[in-house]
């Protein structure tokens, strides 16, 4: 019997350990993934640190990962009805089962919010099977859905589940050509959000974040300029803003921050009947307070949550990433490579914001 | 010379006085209107104990009012070219000198916002001329968008500036066929807003509000199903809300109440991905607490500010009113009537929400 | 073995056959539908005359039907993961198998372009089984979308498969508060744009169609005029819309004809800037000339085509044949009942406009 | 007295002729502008050939222009309120007194189909004054919306009016990130909505047009692949596209050729559910000949007239001439020079195609 190496998250607060589990059999349908990469991203350090609901511990992490179909049991189709084949190099949605038979995915028609949906890594657990990338290889159950990789898959990881992400904000707030974009946050989603909003026509973009790495990173995807969190309190940044906007501020600001307060400062920020895309609160950290009259109704503004993403999202972030010119910016962005032996610290290199990307290498040997 | 009898706020706190100004000679293109109605409603209970910014104390009140024509300088034409004449029977739109030439008129298209806009009974002041409805006449300023009233002033006022703003929640909420409704507030906005969602194919209509009468008001116009402010708190009128709601929330709700938390109930009272529409916080009422995680991102909620109405509202009111079947809901709402002399009881009757819709009738003789 | 009784169409331009089929076992999550009431429509006529492409004669007519679940294999769960029952009054889409998995689905968001999407009584066949309505009984195979009918299933099948055409053609043409909107065509579809186009807040609806008694039919069910096309041509139509729009065309017009050259129709009576859907041509009636210049371009219109409708739209469809209120306005509309054995009469019916709606009644006695 | 030289279309089908007009006094709120460039597109064409109604012969053509404020009489203001002083290097829109006071204006919100809406050297002729950009000097009458240029104005200049209508198709046509657009037609407005659509994100754009030199440009500006309609009949053409887009077609096709079978062939070449934008169609060419079944209502399909421009898309325009990185494209466009003498020579070569941009340079000496 063949054995797979996997990090696993053995529950809330304890540090991930290596583990070795036989290969299963695969069910028809379904494939195996030898992991070439998977993307180390904020919502693994929130799991980690217990901070998301509904996780079935143990598991195996790695939501967003790329790597060759080593084994198809029976057919794989992609979206054209062409099969698969073994050794393809593929990357997959990491949200499964969509059932496409529920209120939330038929009348509303808003998937993301869909009560059956699973992600692997997330809300599948290791009791569910190889549901993660953080491993030699994983399980695709039947159903998921995979993409072809162009080009090599750094190209498409080193912007991992952030592009995807990034895509939806950019487009939930309907950037357009000319518009002023104010992104706070400077982590992964808030870099991709610079990039996907230049790549909509921005006429500019402003990013407000830390530390002085990110800023520099930020600046390096095309930022037209950068303040510093820790050297300017919330009436410092709004000033900033409002002296590059013409008294206005940010057509759309897209927040991609995880602090509740960079909320208000983004309706602050943001013009009369502009818009605010909230794309970064996917975990809980506390309640912030506004002013509903100056921060809301008198501006008309718009303040959409943005969840998620679907496969829309993720289909045209695959076929950027097989754009050697459009994915460019994302070339720019220093990625940090661990293999499977170094996983927490990976986790300690994000949580810390001491890399810009992390990415998990199970072929790479351990230090 | 003639004077003309007007109702005058003298400053902040203070009560209405009765004062008789000479009738004005008019410019090129201005039109004397004799005011047959004028209303009362929550923005003129502001304006008398000063908590909006930017009153050019002394003012007459009354921004939304009807009337005849008794003089027009000059010509006066209507939308399709054609004239006015005296004696037509108009109301029209209370704002004023929308530009047409700045970047919030013609680039971010967001008219309500422009700052050059002035608003009759409220940005106009005494110094600016008869430019309020409380008063035995006023003067219709060049440039002024008049729209004839077919059937007694009386359908259109009893809706009066509740019936637009109305129209712009309603359609800013994109409200569909088959949709549940919830309006958050039973005041004249928050009762059209319940007949205007109905209008648009609403399935049902849910109201939060008080006190009783408004309760009963609200019924009589079509609400569903009521909860008493003053008989549940929050949890609990959350609850009322998802058990009408299969367990989700209303898929639109329409907040037009005047206080802060309301903003934060009506997120948490709507289903994911659907829509929010904050249009009573028109004064500053203070702060309001929120979770942007739990009530804004993973909602993938969109929160819409709706400010003002501008002429695609008010003429479509005006269209309403003048079919007797669109109309007959607000026939429905009692309408008290008060001349100009009691114009400060009308100030404390809508205070104390003891009317549910009060007219100024300069032509009734004072008690 | 038990026998089910089944209208079946042969081939092109045959009449339809009674015959009697052996009720089959079902495969598990399949269910058994008594059906009660079944629809003959348009698309019907069309069948028989073999004008519809991709059709796997014989089949078995019928694709809006309601009836009891007779016998469920295994679970059939609601929308809300609530299981059905045997006994229960259901309808169900008629499109089945919506992959959700293809380009189509998921990145176009087009499911009714979906290339493996099938519809019961039009592209499934005898040949799939019992997957029609005009029969005892049909077989709702696994994925198949049910809800249940509240009120006598009349209410639902005398809009039948027009109200979700016509609702999604009502909101593709964003029908407004105050719009005056033109439909072509008085048949099911037409007459139920009418009633759907009020319900969304139209001040009104004109309709041009014929016969004489359909044209009844639309003006008891809400428009405010009609012009028999038998009795004025093209430019008189023109003429007469002009005349009930201020001289601009209608807001928006919704075309349910048939005829190619209504299209072209619709493009000149609508206001520039206007919409215009087409939702008629289900069939390939032939060509049609334009001018893209005066028609299309300079009166910067938009014209929509509108493809069958998703589950959203039957959704709701169904939730307003059971509000009483809501769908009054089609109990004022005829439905003519055929049993099995008259299938040829109700074809020919519809064919020449003789009916305003046919409902075959399997249960009924045959004449 | 000074004199002004300028360029004078007598009538239809007449040769241009220079003559010398008096310069006028301004009237208050005026401005004399000193012309540096003033552009030769197709509708120059139209004007002389007598294609377009209601043009006011006779008319010194010239609508887009840029130039000095040489004078101005009292003050003139741009959009953030602030004046403008002589000297001052500006462009205008050419629309002047789009009322903002008609249905078209405020109820349609369709200020391009405005009825007194007069453009700068096309419904604006000599009796109306200098009036046009074919002359050393015009003069901008009061309410003209004046915008800064910042760098040299040829290179606001080179794009012209194509840019903003070129921005006002690929908007309505919503073109996103990762979209396979379609453009017909190789002339200005079809260049500029190659740039335009990669702009806002496009994936890959197709150009079909002619003759091979603007083809050429086609490619220079970044479009993926080119077909020449003079080898290539209709069917070719489709199946070329077909090629390109995995059988399905373009996902948007902008229009931009003034041929009306364009437009059919646009709608052949979009897929199920996509959007085609027609902004071509300036002048009648006569009618184009459709299958509603096939190319309008089975595909879904949106088609949407796009007429003129408005001041937003102008704005954006020269925000993007500003910008050295934004306006590069255009820079590798050839523009030819012509002195007002040349004028003739100019209309002869835009209207052979020979050219790919024409501008008139009243300061340059003739030949």
Not at 250 to 271: F, K
Not at 318 to 337: G, H, K, N, T, Y
Request: net charge neutral; charged share 20%.
């Amino acid at each position: 019997m063949r054995m797979v190496r996997v990090a696993v998250m053995p529950g809330q607060g304890a540090p991930v350990e290596l583990r070795e589990v036989p290969e299963p059999a695969l069910e028809p349908g379904a494939a195996l993934l030898r992991v070439e990469l998977s993307e180390v991203c904020g919502t693994d350090v929130a799991l980690r640190d217990g901070r998301l609901a509904g996780v079935p511990y143990p598991i195996i992490p790695g939501h967003v990962s790329a790597g060759r179909l080593q084994a198809i049991r029976g057919t794989l189709l992609d979206l054209e009805g062409r099969p698969f084949h073994e050794g393809d190099l593929v990357t997959f949605l990491d949200v499964h089962r969509t059932c496409n038979a529920c209120w939330s995915c038929l009348v509303a028609k808003a998937s993301t919010r869909c009560p059956r949906r699973k992600v692997y890594g997330i809300t599948y657990g290791l009791a569910d099977g190889l549901a993660g990338g953080w491993a030699d290889a994983m399980v695709l159950k039947p159903g998921t859905l995979c993409l072809r990789l162009d080009g090599p898959p750094e190209r498409f990881m080193t912007g991992g589940c952030s592009l995807p992400t990034a895509l939806h904000a950019v487009e939930r707030g309907d950037v357009g050509i000319g518009d002023t974009v104010l992104v706070l946050g400077s982590g992964p989603v808030g870099l991709s959000a610079i990039i996907v909003s230049l790549m909509r026509g921005a006429a500019a973009v402003l990013c407000i974040g830390a530390p002085a790495a990110r800023l520099e990173a930020a600046r390096a995807v095309g930022a037209a300029a950068t303040c510093d969190i820790s050297e300017a309190d919330g009436e410092t940044r709004l000033a900033w803003v409002l002296e590059r906007t013409s008294g206005r501020g940010a057509d759309v600001t897209i927040e991609a921050t995880g602090a509740p307060e960079a909320v208000v400062q983004a309706m602050r920020c943001t013009r009369d009947a502009g818009r605010v895309v909230v794309a970064g609160q996917y975990a809980d950290h506390g309640d912030a307070s506004f002013n509903p009259h100056a921060d809301l109704n008198r501006k008309h503004l718009d303040v959409r949550g943005c969840w998620g993403s679907d496969f829309s999202h993720f289909h045209r972030a695959v076929r950027i990433a097989a754009d050697p010119e459009r994915s460019r910016p994302w070339s720019r962005l220093p990625a940090e490579r661990y293999p499977l032996e170094r996983a927490n610290h990976a986790l300690e290199d994000v949580a810390a914001h001491r890399v810009v990307k992390a990415l998990i290498v199970p072929g790479d040997a351990g230090a």
